[in-house]
């Protein structure tokens, strides 16, 4: 499996921005798939994750409100369309793949098995 992010770029606090991610190869509903992001000097945090199919999704309590994930199987396409963005929401984002997550793992970027290439987002102040 492979993954392709974009949408990332330059916004103003209080706007909003969406990502995309494609994969290439097959996804079935065994797999978890979610977004991570990563700001300087800081680990890989946990954004959003559907925890394989027919489950509702999951959010970091620090977006819950604001993102909103989402999915096209059709185009084997995950979105994270972020709104009321704030500074602190600056980082790499990267979207991640994995098969046969646990849900207590969800948050865990080790339990991942595939990793997209990262979009920055930037939000200025």
């Known amino acids: 499996v492979q993954l392709q992010a974009s949408g990332g770029g330059l916004v103003q606090a209080g706007g909003s921005l969406g990502l995309s991610c494609t994969a290439s190869?097959?996804?079935?509903?065994?797999?978890?798939i979610g977004w991570f992001r990563q700001a300087p000097g800081k680990e890989r945090e946990f954004v959003a994750a559907f925890f394989r199919s027919g489950y509702s999704p999951r959010y970091a309590d620090s977006v819950k409100g604001r993102f909103t994930i989402s999915r096209d199987n059709t185009k084997n396409t995950l979105y994270l369309q972020m709104n009321s963005l704030k500074p602190t929401d600056t980082a790499v984002y990267y979207c991640?793949?994995?098969?046969?997550?646990?849900?207590?793992?969800?948050?865990?970027?080790?339990?991942?098995?595939?990793w997209g290439q990262g979009t920055q987002v930037t939000v200025s102040s």
């Open positions: 991640a793949a994995g098969r046969r997550l646990i849900m207590s793992s969800l948050g865990r970027p080790d339990a991942y098995d595939y």
């Open positions: 190869g097959r996804t079935d509903s065994t797999y978890t």
